[in-house]
């Protein structure tokens, strides 16, 4: 029995690219289009009427924007995950959908089927950062002390093992290549991140990866 398909809201202010992106996902059984945006009041209203699994989210939208939808979403559809769309200059942007509660961010010409596989991944309940951004972009973003202090202070009660586990991953290590790393297996790996996610108070593994910067386990490269 296939697993259900993924419930995905598509919320950009430029038809053509909702289409596109539309036409592209109706070829995949695993993803269902159940809702369209046009702002990000729409957004909003349409996670709340519809709790679909993802929210494809576009950051420059008419009246609210994509960073304050996201962050509505996140702080009332606790069910749904946002994943946003930016370009590559617009690092402020990414910042702020970041700190808005965002799964992971995409490059919006990035290949469509890496688009559709990053839905796949965020659905599961994992982060992704576009591979073109996420150097630059979280060590940017770590390297300014908005959470730095709570950051510190959060990670004092995590376990050595952890620590190593939560180094690796903001290397950008996957769990199979953690569990290689340490000499541990996948499941153990599995059970190290899950209990950072409790202990760190994260939603997903991007914002692991943020605390790995701001507490220094991970050096921004220069």
């Not at 009041?41 to 929210?55: C, F, S, Y």
């Not at 950051?59 to 924007?65: Q, V």
């Not at 799964?103 to 469509?112: C, E, P, Q, R």
């Amino acid at each position: 029995m296939s697993a259900p398909a993924v419930r995905v809201v598509l919320a950009d202010d430029q038809p053509l690219v909702r289409a596109g992106l539309r036409v592209l996902m109706a070829d995949d059984p695993g993803i269902e289009v159940v809702g369209e945006a046009g702002t990000g009041a729409e957004a909003v209203q349409l996670a709340r009427d519809l709790r679909p699994d993802v929210v494809v989210m576009d950051i420059r939208m008419p009246g609210m924007d994509g960073i304050e939808a996201t962050r509505l979403i996140t702080a009332e559809v606790e069910a749904t995950r946002v994943l946003v769309l930016t370009t590559f200059d617009d690092d402020d942007y990414v910042y702020g959908a970041l700190r808005a509660g965002a799964s992971g961010f995409l490059v919006k010409d990035m290949a469509l089927e890496d688009i559709l596989a990053a839905i796949q991944v965020v659905a599961a309940g994992d982060g992704l950062i576009a591979p073109s951004v996420t150097r630059r972009l979280i060590a940017e973003f770590a390297a300014r002390p908005v959470r730095e202090q709570r950051a510190r202070r959060t990670v004092d009660g995590i376990t050595d093992r952890e620590c190593e586990v939560l180094t690796l991953v903001g290397r950008g290590l996957s769990n199979a290549e953690i569990a290689a790393e340490l000499f541990i297996t996948v499941a153990t790996v599995k059970a190290h991140v899950a209990r950072l996610f409790a202990k760190l108070d994260s939603r997903d593994r991007v914002q692991l990866v943020i605390i790995a910067y701001e507490v220094g386990l991970v050096a921004p490269p220069r």
